[in-house]
T-cell receptor, first 112, second 113 residues
Framework: SQTIHQWPATLVQPVGSPLSLECTVE??????LYWYRQAAGRGLQLLFY??????ISSEVPQNLSASRPQDRQFILSSKKLLLSDSGFYLC???????????FGPGTRLTVT | AQSVTQLGSHVSVSEGALVLLRCNYS??????LFWYVQYPNQGLQLLLK??????LVKGINGFEAEFKKSETSFHLTKPSAHMSDAAEYFC???????????FGKGTMLLVSP
């Protein structure tokens, strides 16, 4: 079965500081990978998805970026955080054969 | 474009009562439909999915949902609520599995003793 790891679990960062969130996947090869952000009352917003190493699609223009340096590693970054970047960030891996997305435990980011 | 509407941001039921969470979708092609559950400060867990075939699908924890094409609905039900069912529930749709998921805004289920 698939296991999605995310770290850190919680993070408090000042405005203007950089960000790096990491997601790693176990139990499947060549998954589609996703980054979502969840803000209170707004559901899940898809930020980025990747169908392979080095292949990143952005859904929402913003000051965030994503990279996929390895098949089962997905990184979310920012050079300068904004207050509006606060939220709960979720990484997901899709097993293509059954169309199911499996989610990690999430990272709670607070920008102060 | 595909979209998902979940009616009611909060639903309250008593323990033992029927749970009904509503989801309507719009899609120009046959949809793949999903229900996820999220407990506080955790990731999402898949409850059930509809891709093709039988329109009544059963999932984990006693939940089930029925795909009704004529009503563009995929409502989630459970005959008898447990306290442990209190969580947020998300409906999601994709275009026949070959596109990204679009999620509804979620429904918080509150269960009282």
């Amino acid at each position: 079965s698939q296991t999605i790891h995310q770290w850190p679990a919680t993070l408090v960062q000042p405005v203007g500081s950089p960000l790096s969130l990491e997601c790693t996947v176990e139990g499947t090869s060549n998954p589609n990978l996703y980054w979502y952000r969840q803000a209170a009352g707004r559901g899940l917003q898809l930020l980025f998805y990747s169908v392979g190493i080095g292949q990143i699609s952005s859904e929402v223009p913003q000051n965030l970026s994503a990279s996929r340096p390895q098949d089962r590693q997905f990184i979310l970054s920012s050079k300068k955080l904004l207050l509006s970047d606060s939220g709960f960030y979720l990484c997901a891996a899709e097993v293509i054969a059954n169309y199911e997305q499996y989610f990690g435990p999430g990272t709670r980011l607070t920008v102060t | 474009a595909q979209s998902v509407t979940q009616l009611g941001s909060h639903v309250s039921v008593s323990e033992g009562a029927l749970v009904l969470l509503r989801c309507n979708y719009s899609s120009s092609v046959p949809p793949y439909l999903f229900w996820y559950v999220q407990y506080p400060n955790q990731g999402l867990q898949l409850l059930l999915k509809y891709t093709t075939g039988a329109t009544l699908v059963k999932g984990i924890n006693g939940f089930e949902a029925e795909f009704k094409k004529s009503e563009t609905s995929f409502h989630l039900t459970k005959p008898s609520a447990h306290m442990s069912d209190a969580a947020e529930y998300f409906c999601a749709v994709s275009f026949s599995g070959y596109s990204t998921l679009t999620f509804g805004k979620g429904t918080m289920l509150l269960v009282s003793p």
